[in-house]
Nanobody, 123 residues
């Protein structure tokens, strides 16, 4: 099993920045990818960004490209999501997830989830 704990959410004004962290523990040696998803009120959970554990290849949702950056620290088993130039439409609960299956962009293939952290962007 893999345990994921997110931190770093909060309230920020439009144009501001936040950095989310996701600390992984447990059986992380079989991880293929880690990702961030988000869920706004009344909407489905949506892919934001992913990073492949073996080679650091990254993927992003089109609307966050150039504003968000996913990265990782192997020594700390931690994945980060740097959120810059935040917009009110980025408001959501952000979830960290991990998968040992080779489908980094498919939400149904993620089998480990954190509890989520709230990001609120005021206009």
């Amino acid at each position: 099993q893999v345990q994921l704990v997110e931190s770093g959410g909060g309230l920020v004004q439009s144009g501001g920045s936040l950095r989310l962290s996701c600390a992984a523990s447990g059986r992380t040696s079989t991880t293929y990818a880690m990702a961030w998803f988000r869920q706004a009120p009344g909407k489905e959970r949506d892919f934001v960004a992913a990073i492949i554990w073996s080679d650091d290849t990254t993927y992003y949702k089109d609307s966050v490209k150039g504003r968000f950056t996913i990265s990782r620290d192997n020594a700390k088993n931690t994945v980060y999501l740097q959120l810059n130039s935040l917009k009110p439409e980025d408001t959501a609960v952000y979830y960290c997830a991990a998968t040992n299956r080779p489908y980094a962009l498919v939400i149904s293939q993620y089998n480990h989830w954190g509890q989520g952290t709230q990001v609120t962007v005021s206009s």
